[in-house]
């Protein structure tokens, strides 16, 4: 049988999702969670692999086994054995022919900026502190040349392994409350590290230290040495991953909202 669930996460003491041998990854305690549920050892596969520090809402997994257990079970037993800062939000049997990485057809993430002359206490590992004044709207002119289908070398990591550089970037929207800017990111997936090069591109032309055809000059270079700083892992959140219908995934990631605890 194939299973498949929803899980969110705080990332801050994870060393990210992949399993690793000397750090606690989030893929370890699910796994060990999942397989005292199930009696057995369960290896699970995710769709997108979180870095270090980063969040999700909307995580998707699957994983085989021959326990027999009910979603109820599946959802319930899991999280009475996961930490506190990792939850299974839903679970239910699927087919054989779902993969969470190679089935999904779009990925969403959050980007969460806190635009203020002081860091935040509360929040400090789930936004990213931004001290300089950053004009939100040169920020929303910038991210448009970074619609559609390109080539996102300049956006990747060095050590990115995709087979191939061009993405689809069907949506890159940005508003401010208060303090607090959020950036919203949907795909149809996303080279290593692509979205916080891209937020770190983008605050660069906020505070005005680049122009606002700096995101085209990047994109056009296809270099990642002209990519500016890729901004840090605390302020990102997997949101959302969307599937075919004909698998009945559901769509329960939500997007962090912090301008309210931060309007001051």
């Known amino acids: 049988m194939r299973i498949a669930c929803g899980i969110e996460y705080d990332g801050s003491a994870y060393h990210g999702w992949q399993r690793q041998q000397n750090a606690v990854s989030i893929q370890q305690v699910v796994e060990g969670a999942l397989s005292k549920v199930a009696n057995q050892s369960i290896e699970v596969i995710c769709a997108g692999r979180t870095d270090s520090g980063v969040h999700a809402t909307g995580q998707v997994i699957h994983f085989d086994t021959t326990a027999e257990r009910d979603a109820h079970a599946w959802m319930l037993g899991t999280n009475s054995n996961l930490p506190k800062d990792v939850s299974v939000s839903w679970a239910q049997p699927v087919s054989n022919d779902f993969h969470a990485r190679f089935k999904a057809v779009e990925r969403s993430y959050r980007y969460i900026v806190l635009n203020r002359y002081t860091r935040s206490a509360l929040l400090h590992k789930r936004v990213t502190w931004w001290l300089h004044p950053v004009e939100v709207e040169r920020m929303q002119v910038a991210a448009q040349y970074l619609l559609g289908e390109h080539d996102f070398s300049s956006f990747r990591a060095v050590n990115c392994q995709a087979k191939t550089p061009v993405r689809t970037l069907h949506e890159l929207k940005i508003h ?83 301008g309210d605890i931060l309007a001051n």
């Open 176 to 258: 401010a409350q208060g303090h607090v800017i959020y950036m919203d990111l949907r795909a149809d997936g996303f080279l290593y590290h692509m979205v916080r090069n891209i937020a770190g591109v983008l605050l660069k032309i906020g505070t005005g230290e680049k122009p606002l055809d700096w995101t085209q000059t990047v994109l056009e270079a296809k270099n990642r040495t002209q990519g500016g700083i890729t901004a840090p892992a605390q302020g990102l959140y997997l949101t959302d991953v969307r599937y075919p219908d004909e698998f009945s995934i559901p769509r329960s990631g939500y997007k962090p909202v912090y």
